[in-house]
């Protein structure tokens, strides 16, 4: 019982829990690629589609996310530099090679979980607001 002494040698069952990861949302990624290559994002970076980015409607330009492609498990680690997806139901558009990390180049479309990593100014919170 807590607060009361224990006997010598008695042992305590402290119940084992998982860490809380904090999700940012959960739904469809896609990706895009050279046609949108060479061109400036939100964040004035020229588009590469070999660079490891993302889109994101309205997290900060800057904002690092764990992409987890909730189908196979494969994830990456994406720096939000544009807006969008503006088609479907998406919640995140992806550069190719992020898009080939966690394995839906062919399928285009997938259901993914996003998880922080860091914001834009380097810190490890983030707000989901």
Known sequence: MLGQPREPGTTINVPQTAPVVPELGSGKASW???????????SGQ???????TAAHRTLPLG????VTNVTNGKSVEVRI???GPF???RIIDLSRAAARAI???DEGV????????TT???????STD
């Not at 997938?110 to 990593?117: C, G, H, I, Q, S």
């Not at 834009?120 to 983030?126: A, I, T």
């Open 63 to 66: 904002t690092k996310v764990k």
């Open 103 to 105: 394995g839906i180049i």
């Open 81 to 83: 530099n544009d807006r």
């Open 87 to 89: 088609s479907g139901n």
């Open 120 to 126: 834009s100014d380097g810190s490890q919170k983030l």
């Open 32 to 42: 895009y690629g050279r046609d949108f290559a060479g061109k400036p994002t939100a």
């Open 110 to 117: 997938a259901d993914v979980r996003l998880e922080p990593v």
């Open 46 to 52: 020229i588009f590469d589609e070999n660079l490891l």
